[in-house]
């Protein structure tokens, strides 16, 4: 576990108070939700945006930010991460995992219900609420579908509602009983939030891999795809049959998408994510017997990258999130098939959007931009639309073209667990600023 | 230095972890240093001074008796030090880590590890961890280079030139480690290879690695001139993708009733240890055509020889 980097306590917040008045000067603002590119500057007053129009005049006491050759974007969203916090404090806090957050450029985030003890309840949620208050990030927990993510018994969905839940899911479980399934999506309907779907039948033999030619040069256990596609299949037909809104999490291989593409086709209530690692690395990685590959879902074939590679083009793939899951170095750093499953995502989800997508021409910036802000606002039941007058200032400034070489010892997490490093990324957050904070990088 | 080994030889490869990869070179040297040993053995003096003050320790993380004493019997005839450490990998995974482990025994001052572990690649591990030369004797169902090179010698002592002669496997494709390091070996000396057995112990698009696959063992008798009889791991299968051991035996157990239709000179190997009445019968595993003890003399000596030559690198491993 790192404590410390350069003499920061990665578990101090890394924020400051944004100044009274704060005009972002000279950049290009872009969009996402109205579509639209253009020259602007920003004025923030108060953390809230008073105005954003050309050549806006520095009045006296106004702090300046250059933002020349720079995009300003609404705040990054990741949909789906996991802080830690309670009980594998080691891996990952709070503070640390929205430090790395907003270093990585968002601003919000929903964090999964797998923690020590299970968000299963209403105290539990209100005590982490109560712990992510006064921070830059805003974090969303969302609780857990049944009781310790059993997949047996409904936890107390309707208060877990009416006390801020944006979702349900038992992430890092998939829901084995079809008839929970079924129920929780019935009930859920109440309160028209979405259930998000870990899509795995745990019936297959227990894998460290994909199942591919690679496991069988590798001698690795394995998980083939269908352990996914089957129960996005069984989920696409209950979700039909109830009326149901599911949004499945880390979509992996080429036959889910194929399911997901028909059932979008319908009109059915689906939503889905890919994580970075799977629309950039593949299983070949898995040869270097670097645990640093080892996720779950696994890491594919090509034919499956490229599949999701046409998905998040044609809008199939709504949104991109981390699924940032922090290990601690003693856990990560033994035999690959000890290894817990889990790669850090929160700080290069940008980079790599921008390294792996936009760069190759496989999306252009301004839809890259939509499944990291608009798209996971809107499965939320959040705001999209940011960049207003009168809106709390939610927003990312970066640099698209800036180079920068992936240090696991430099990222503010306090686990070294990702899958980029020493890779050379494009694409540089500067600026993140959200609830009356700022974070420079 | 026994002037019975003439001059040492190097290899390219500093360790030994698997044969994917290796070139012929390297194989061919080790083959000819091995038979080299194996006259030595035929002598009364079977010991040599090769690896004197030299310290092997035997690490292994998983059952084997064979090939745990192969290598003892191999060390001590070289007069290497022996050290041997025997745990279960699941110890591992509750206390002390691997590199941990490895590291405190390394800090005694030792020279060359050979390990056994359960995990593909933990050998990967020890090499970038450890300055000692690190021998692979089984990683999962990855690679077991040094079965594949006895297997290679013991069908080399009968078949000089293996190009274009058809070697089955037959058995557990899917968790053997014995078959990958086989075909790897066979496929950089032009055998054809051919593997058989039922349809769920081959693993995925095992076609890519240039192999056929064969699920009628009568048809693979009839074209081979080599047999390779995997052990069957009686407590692993019975269930979702395996009916029965009685099923197994009357399709794909070895009988001298199915070998009449083979060719004359075919050549039966078996990796040790048997199931007599599973996958091979007993008037097969003590016929004509076994050279299943073969095998195991063939063990020791070549494992001399991986140990032997290997030893040119102590110091320098990195």
Redesign the interface.
């Given at each position: 576990m790192k404590k410390m980097i350069n003499n920061i306590n990665l578990s101090e917040p890394l924020f400051k108070p944004v100044a009274k008045k704060l005009l972002i000067k000279n950049g290009t603002v872009i969009d996402a939700y109205a579509e639209k590119e253009f020259e602007s500057d920003i004025l923030i007053i108060n953390g809230v945006i008073e105005k954003i129009a050309q050549s806006i005049k520095a009045e006296k006491g106004c702090e300046v930010i250059d933002a020349k050759g720079m995009y300003i974007s609404a705040g990054f969203f990741d949909m789906h991460v996991h802080l830690r916090e309670p009980g594998y404090e080691q891996a990952e806090n709070i503070v640390s995992g929205t430090n790395a957050a907003m270093s990585g450029g968002i601003t919000g985030l929903a964090a999964m219900a797998n923690t020590t003890p299970c968000v299963d309840n209403k105290f539990i949620l209100k005590d982490i609420q109560s712990r992510s208050k006064e921070l830059l990030v805003t974090v969303h927990q969302i609780p857990a579908v049944t009781i310790k993510r059993e997949g047996k018994v409904l936890a107390e969905m309707t208060e877990l509602a009416e006390n801020g839940a944006l979702a349900f899911s038992d992430d890092g479980n998939g829901i084995q009983s079809s008839e929970t399934m079924k129920g929780a999506l019935e009930y859920a309907k109440m309160f028209g939030t979405p259930i998000l779907v870990h899509p795995e039948d745990h019936s297959f033999t227990e894998g460290v891999m994909n199942?591919?030619?690679t496991?069988?040069?590798?001698?690795?256990s394995?998980i083939p795809a269908i352990a996914e596609s089957i129960n996005i299949a069984r989920d696409i037909e209950i979700a039909r049959y109830v009326d149901g809104k599911v949004h499945f999490q880390h979509v992996s291989a080429k036959e889910s998408v194929e399911l997901i593409r028909k059932a979008k086709k319908e009109k059915l209530k689906i939503t889905c994510e890919v994580t970075p690692h799977h629309f950039s690395l593949t299983d070949d990685k898995v040869r270097?017997?670097s645990t640093d590959y080892k996720m779950n879902p696994p890491l594919r074939t090509q034919e499956d990258v490229d599949a999701i590679h046409k998905a998040l083009k044609d809008g199939i793939i709504d949104v991109i999130a981390t699924d940032h899951a922090p290990h601690p170095s003693?856990k990560k750093?033994?035999?690959?098939?000890?290894a817990p499953f889990g790669v850090l995502g929160l700080e290069t989800m940008f980079s790599a959007g921008i390294t792996y997508l936009v760069k190759p021409k496989k999306l252009s910036l301004m839809e890259f931009l939509k499944k990291i802000t608009v798209n996971p606002r809107k499965i939320l039941n959040l705001e999209p639309d940011l960049l207003k007058k009168g809106r709390t200032a939610e927003i990312t400034i970066f640099d698209q073209n800036k180079k920068w070489k992936v240090d696991r010892r430099k990222l503010k997490s306090l686990s070294l667990n990702t899958c980029f490093h020493d890779d050379t990324h494009y694409g540089k957050v500067l600026y993140t600023i959200n609830n009356g904070k700022i974070f420079k990088a | 230095m026994d002037d019975r080994l003439g001059d040492k030889q190097l290899l390219k490869i500093k360790h030994l972890l698997g044969i994917k990869g290796m070139c012929k070179e390297d194989l061919d040297l080790i083959l000819k240093t091995s038979v080299s040993f194996k006259q030595i053995l035929d002598t009364p003096n079977k010991k040599v001074a090769a690896l004197k003050g030299i310290t092997v320790v035997n690490m292994f993380f998983e059952n084997s008796t064979r090939t745990k004493i192969s290598f003892e019997m191999a060390e001590k005839r070289l007069s290497a030090d022996v050290l041997n450490f025997a745990a279960s990998s699941s110890s591992l995974k509750k206390g002390e880590t691997l590199i941990d482990t490895a590291k405190n025994i390394e800090a005694m001052k030792i020279d060359m590890v050979v390990m056994r572990h359960s995990t593909p690649g933990a050998h990967k591990m020890l090499m970038d961890n450890l300055d000692s030369i690190i021998i692979n004797a089984g990683d999962g169902a990855h690679e077991h280079p040094t079965q594949a090179i006895l297997d290679l010698m013991t069908i080399v002592e009968h078949i000089p030139d293996l190009k274009g002669k058809r070697v089955t496997l037959v058995g557990d494709i899917v968790h053997s480690r014995v078959a990958m390091s086989n075909i790897h070996a066979l496929k950089i000396f032009g055998a054809k290879v051919q593997v058989c057995g039922p349809s769920t112990l081959m693993p995925r698009d095992i076609e890519k690695m240039g192999v056929e696959v064969i699920y009628d063992l009568n048809e693979a008798i009839e074209n081979s001139d080599v047999m390779n009889i995997l052990r069957i791991q009686l407590e692993r299968h019975v269930g979702a993708s395996f009916p029965s051991l009685r099923e197994y035996h009357n399709y794909w157990g070895i009988t001298n009733e199915k070998l009449a239709r083979a060719k004359n000179d075919i050549l039966i190997l078996h990796p040790g240890p048997m199931n007599r009445g599973v996958e091979i019968d007993d008037d097969v595993a003590d016929g004509d055509h076994q050279v299943i003890l073969d095998q195991v003399l063939n063990g020791v000596a070549s494992r001399m020889a991986v140990l032997y030559l290997l030893s040119a690198n102590i110091g320098g491993a990195k």
């Open positions: 199942e591919s030619f496991s069988t040069e590798l001698g690795m394995y270097t017997f003693e750093n033994v035999e690959f098939d000890f | -």
